[in-house]
């Protein structure tokens, strides 16, 4: 199997396992602000590695758990959504590049904090 096939598989599922979140599921833990960044399926198809990127510290425990308690409802529903023989089963992980990258803007700005540029200073 290639890996665009692989790739378009997985944006897919990243797509579709999203959108059964926000629209068919209706746990009172999932709220706030949240994304699905990416989905990591494996070349067999039988594993899909969902990264969900979650804005507030305080939601992120509640989120993960119903997710990972709605699993099966959500794996069915994408079988369902993108006929396919095997749906994958899900693994869902947080997601730490944003607050990284909040992180870094805010090391960035220590070191320069009037952000000028090198031709500025010279």
């Known amino acids: 199997m290639s ?13 579709e396992v999203d959108a059964i979140i926000r629209d068919q599921l209706h746990d009172p833990r999932i709220k706030g602000t949240f994304s699905v960044t990416r ?8 594993y899909a590695k969902i990264h969900v990127s979650i804005l507030e510290e305080e939601d992120r425990a509640p989120l993960m758990a119903a997710l990972k308690s709605a699993a099966g409802f ?3 529903e994408l ?4 006929i396919i023989r095997y749906a994958p089963e899900l693994l869902f992980e947080v997601d730490h590049n944003i607050e990284y990258g909040v992180h870094i803007a805010a090391v960035l700005r220590q070191v320069n904090p009037e952000g000028e540029t090198h031709d ?3």
């Open 79 to 82: 079988g369902r959504r993108m």
């Open 74 to 76: 959500i794996r069915h």
């Open 39 to 46: 989905a990591d399926v494996t070349r067999d198809l039988r």
């Open 120 to 122: 500025e200073r010279e």
């Open 3 to 15: 890996y665009q096939r692989i790739d378009r598989i997985s944006e897919e599922v990243r797509r």
